[in-house]
């Protein structure tokens, strides 16, 4: 299936370097990319047109890691959720605020640093009206973070009950198999979707974050 996040745990499932994706309940795509823009200050988001993500990438250089300048946001709409994805500069370096929620948002941030040689799983943030709910490290190992789910108490407890009803933690099983059981998990949690054939192949509007 295509329409859920798994797809996410394929190698290169977007872009060269890993992936970080932003979905957004409550926002629009464009207050979303606005909100992500805040953490650069003296940055501004320049509009792109629509572009799909091949054309974004070749048409601005953003195959490998750059500057701050190097940043591209696509962003757009499926079902209730606003979505943005990242291209460019070192996925790993883009911070979400728990304050992208404020306003009775959810914002949730999925980042996989898939080059970086060290190795780094894979992460997952959720915050909900300003506030972090949870957070974890899609290994559940304590290699990086916490070795099971941190945050608030009635989000954890519910969380970590649906990933053990999935077999995890299982440190015995291969990690690209964790990360898409737990990319499975958290789908279906908080209720997430990503079409595959809408983030690689469509025309989507696009900004570009350069420096002041």
């Not at 300048?69 to 962003?75: P, T, V």
Request: hydrophobic share 40%; charged share 25%; glycine share 12%.
């Amino acid at each position: 299936m295509t329409d859920t996040l798994t797809w996410l745990a394929e190698p290169q499932s977007i872009a060269f370097g890993g992936y970080s994706v932003v979905l957004a309940r409550g926002l629009a795509p464009e207050e979303l990319v606005a909100r992500i823009a805040e953490g650069f200050p003296g940055c501004t988001a320049r509009p792109l047109g629509e572009l799909t993500a091949r054309e974004l990438v070749e048409e601005y250089e953003l195959a490998f890691p750059g500057d701050v300048e190097d940043i591209a946001l696509h962003h757009g709409r499926t079902g209730d959720l606003a979505f943005v994805v990242v291209y460019g500069y070192w996925q790993g370096e883009l911070s979400v605020p728990p304050a992208a929620s404020r306003g009775g948002a959810e914002v949730f941030h999925l980042e996989f640093e898939e080059e970086n040689g060290k190795p780094v799983p894979p992460f997952f943030h959720g915050y909900r009206d300003g506030r972090e709910i949870c957070f974890l490290n899609l290994h559940l190992d304590g290699s990086w973070g916490p070795d099971g789910v941190a945050g608030e108490p009635a989000t954890v407890a519910a969380l970590t009950a649906e990933l053990a009803a999935a077999g995890l933690p299982d440190h015995d099983r291969a990690g690209d198999d964790l990360h898409r059981t737990s990319l499975e998990v958290l789908g279906r949690h908080f209720g997430l979707t990503l079409p595959r054939t809408l983030v690689r192949e469509a025309a989507l509007p696009a900004v570009l974050l350069e420096a002041d």
